[in-house]
């Protein structure tokens, strides 16, 4: 399937001739999703029956009506160029976007894909136990004890209408945990958009987030309104937010205090009721040492935070996120596999997923391609994680002797040694020397980091709520000198 659609999603186009018909129709074979044509809501009504369009596509004057009608739809409206100002009026109410005749192709199949995906993030819940059994989207799957703590949170902070910072490593499900939050807000029946501002060149984003006037840059021919406009009343996801850049940080941070910003290149003071839950893969703790992040922003970003633990962590999770993916791509692939080898689960356990969540997905589908049959068999998974490589088992491991016994520093040779010779610890000389080395190393990586928890977690490969678990478990302080007290 094309652009990663759903094909039973279903786009209306209302009171359009053939002019515009053709190219739209175009568009959506390309993105593979299905177009219905109707001339009047009357002939609407009929041509979509019992199914709620997605997204629809109409002008100006139809649109309170399609409002009215399909309060849950998306809607993009098709208009001329003399006609800007009246798409700009219809945003304002709550159109989603505008498409200006003549048409070009790809700027088409772009703008529907986006509105389709958005109107998905709007309606469809991120939440993988909810009783509803639609293999199409995409849900949180997890049952670990530290997604059940995900959940908690996501509970705790969803109703209250405060800015939401979730960190992460890259690909462990950071966007759908924010639009669990969204689906538990009290702003879930108004717009969700998402800016990955990391995508994004520097010199567009600023007119992606606040919009831009008329003349503002080259190639600027018409006023724009930006997310923030377009997201009034609703919630706003900037994607790694720790890519921004300091004079838009600026921007950002007086819309958080006072609801205000101007558009690029305007004078007028536009007001908006936006919440932010931002997400960042980056230490935002040592971007502040760095000054490559306003500290008054990361504040009111953090109000409250979520950390999304890596699937390392997740063991259980991997299980049930592997058949998740088969299930949910089979229809797309055209396969139809359906249980696991008893080689393969072993297999996916003993992994890192260093790329977390999205690696293990991308692992699925490619196996999913080279599968023949119907059972899932060890042979179709990549070589890297079937039979790991030398260098990889290796990695990371102590150097050995010539007589084949480790070579370790002489410290802790003795250290070793004084352990073992303790009657007391004897049954239990393996947890108590470990033991000992977590702790050490923890507070050598806090000493380094200067007491910095996220520059700590990286140093250790952990995530923060792991670390401060590990403070806790060996009683490890840290106070305002940034020393280590026990």
């Not at 109410?93 to 790809?106: I, M, Q, S, T």
């Not at 063991?315 to 139809?336: C, I, M, S, W, Y």
């Not at 068999?377 to 290796?394: G, V």
């Not at 004084?418 to 049954?427: K, R």
Request: hydrophobic letters at 40%; charged letters at 30%; aromatic letters at 6%.
């Amino acid at each position: 399937m094309r652009c990663g659609l759903d094909t039973s999603e279903l786009i209306l186009l209302l009171g359009a001739d053939r002019a515009v018909q053709g190219p739209v129709r175009r568009a959506c074979g390309e993105l593979g999703v299905e177009v219905a044509c109707a001339n009047d809501l009357d002939e609407a009504a009929k041509v979509v029956r019992d199914r709620s369009p997605c997204l629809i596509l109409c002008d100006f004057e139809r649109f309170e009506e399609v409002r009215h009608d399909w309060p849950r739809s998306s809607v993009v409206l098709i208009t001329g160029i003399a006609n800007s100002e009246q798409a700009i009026e219809g945003m304002k109410r709550g159109a989603l976007d505008y498409v200006l005749k003549p048409f070009d192709h790809e700027d088409m199949v772009r703008r529907i894909g986006d509105a389709v995906r958005i109107s998905r993030d709007v309606n469809v819940p991120a939440v993988y136990e909810s009783g509803q059994d639609d293999i199409h989207v995409e849900r949180i799957v997890g049952r670990s004890p530290a997604m059940q703590e995900v959940y908690k949170l996501i509970g705790l902070m969803a109703p209250r209408d405060v800015n939401v910072l979730i960190t992460g490593e890259s690909g462990t499900g950071k966007e759908l945990v924010a639009r669990a939050v969204y689906h538990h807000s009290l702003r879930r029946e108004k717009p969700f958009l998402a800016v990955n501002c990391a995508a994004i060149p520097e010199t567009l984003l600023e007119s992606e987030l606040f919009g831009h006037e008329k003349g503002a840059f080259t190639g600027a021919e018409m006023r724009r309104m930006g997310k923030f406009e377009q997201c009034d009343e609703g919630t706003l996801f900037l994607d790694e937010i720790g890519d921004i850049p300091l004079t838009t940080q600026a921007k950002l941070l007086r819309v958080l205090q006072d609801n205000s910003f101007q558009r690029l290149g305007g004078t007028e003071v536009v007001r908006c009721d936006v919440r932010i839950i931002a997400a960042t893969n980056q230490p935002l703790e040592q971007l502040l040492e760095e000054r490559r992040f306003r500290e008054d922003l990361y504040y009111r970003l953090k109000v409250a935070s979520i950390d999304v633990p890596p699937l390392r962590e997740r063991e259980v999770d991997v299980v049930l996120l592997a058949h998740a993916f088969v299930k949910r791509l089979n229809p797309q692939l055209g396969t139809n596999v359906g249980p696991f080898s008893p080689e393969v689960l072993p297999a996916l356990l003993a992994y890192p997923w260093p790329g977390n969540v999205r690696e293990l997905e991308n692992v699925i589908r490619s196996s999913l391609v080279v599968a023949r049959g119907p059972v899932f068999r060890l042979e179709y998974l990549p070589e890297h994680i079937r039979q790991p490589s030398a260098s990889d088992a290796t990695k990371g491991a102590p150097r050995t002797d010539s007589e084949g016994l480790t070579a370790l520093p002489q410290d802790l040779r003795r250290f070793a040694e004084t352990l073992a010779a303790n009657p007391d610890l004897e049954g239990s000389l393996h947890s108590e020397a470990v033991a000992s080395a977590e702790r050490e190393i923890i507070r050598a990586c806090l000493e380094r980091a200067n007491g910095v928890l996220g520059r700590a977690a990286g140093l250790l490969g952990i995530s923060r709520t792991t670390l401060r678990k590990k403070l806790a478990q060996y009683g490890i302080r840290i106070d305002t000198q940034v020393r280590m007290k026990e």
